[in-house]
C-alpha cells in the first residue's frame, strides 16, 4: 500500500472515530426493547406485574431486576419536595419574573429553572449530570429527563433553544455513562430531538391529543406512550392498543401513578 492510501485510509479511521465520540449513542448505548411490556412506576416502585420487560422508576428508587430500566430525573424544573434545596444551594438558576418565581400552573411547587444562559444552563447540567451519574450505578440502561417543554409555561423567559442546549449537554453525558436518554414530551420538536442525540421517546397522553405520529415517525418503534385514566377512560387507551399496540410500548395508569393496594391504582397494558 502506497503512503498516500496509507494516510487515506488514517483518515477515515481518524473520521470514523471521531464521529463515533461525537455522537455518543451509535452503538454505545441501547433504547427499550421495540414494543416490550411497560410500566410506569414513577409514583413508588413495586414487584412489576407478570411480563413486563420495561420499568420506568424515579433516581431515588432502585431499578427492577432483571428488566430494562428508565431512570426519572426532573431536568427542567424542580421536585416539589426539593424546591427548599434548590432555593437554599442554587437559587439563581430557578426561573424568576419581575423577582418571583415561575412555577408549573399544573404542578404546585414545581419551580421552572432557568436555561436561558450558557452560565445558567452549565450549574444545571452540574446537578442532574450527578443524578444521572447515580442513575448509572444503581444499574439502570436509559435516563427519561422530564419537563423538557418548560418553555411553553415560562411567560416567555425561555425559548426551546434555551432547552435543548441544555438538553444536548444531558445528552452527551448519559451516553457517556452507557445510557440511553429519552426525549419526554414536546411532540412538535422530535425532529429536533432526534437530531439531537436522544434515542427513544417516552410520550404522554400523545392519543389525547393526536400526536403519536409524531414521536413514531422520529423514535420508529421506540416509543413509550402512557395513557392516563383521566384523560379519554378506556375507550381512549383501547383506540391506542388498536391503533399502535402492535408496534410501540403503549401503558394505562392512574395519572398519580400510585402503587397497588392504593384504590386510585390503574394498571393496563396493551
Known sequence: MSVRSRLAVLAVLV????????GGASGAVTPPPANGNFDYQLGGAYTPPDG???????????????????CYVN???TQPDELKWWRKKHSTLLLKRKGREVGDPGWPGEVLLDTSSAKRRAGI??????????CARKGFQAVEPDNLDTW???KRKLSSRDNFALAKKLIAHAHKRGLAIAQKNAAEKTGTGR????????AESCQVFDECDAYTGAYGPHVLEVEYSDEGGESNFEAACQ?????ISIVY??????TPGDSDYVNRAC
Not at 413486563?52 to 428508565?70: C, F, H, K, M, W
Not at 447540567?125 to 447515580?134: C, Q
Not at 391503533?243 to 408496534?247: L, Q
Not at 395508569?253 to 400510585?258: E, K, M, N, S, W
Open 15 to 22: 473520521a470514523g472515530t471521531a464521529l463515533l465520540l461525537a
Open 52 to 70: 413486563t420487560q420495561i420499568v420506568a422508576r424515579d433516581r431515588t428508587e432502585s431499578p427492577a431486576s432483571g428488566l430494562y430500566n428508565v
Open 75 to 77: 431536568a427542567f424544573q
Open 125 to 134: 447540567a452540574k446537578v442532574v449530570n450527578r443524578w444521572i451519574d447515580g
Open 152 to 154: 411553553t409555561r415560562s
Open 195 to 202: 437530531d439531537l442525540g436522544f434515542d427513544f421517546a417516552v
Open 243 to 247: 391503533a399502535r399496540g402492535g408496534s
Open 253 to 258: 395508569r392512574d395519572h398519580d401513578l400510585v
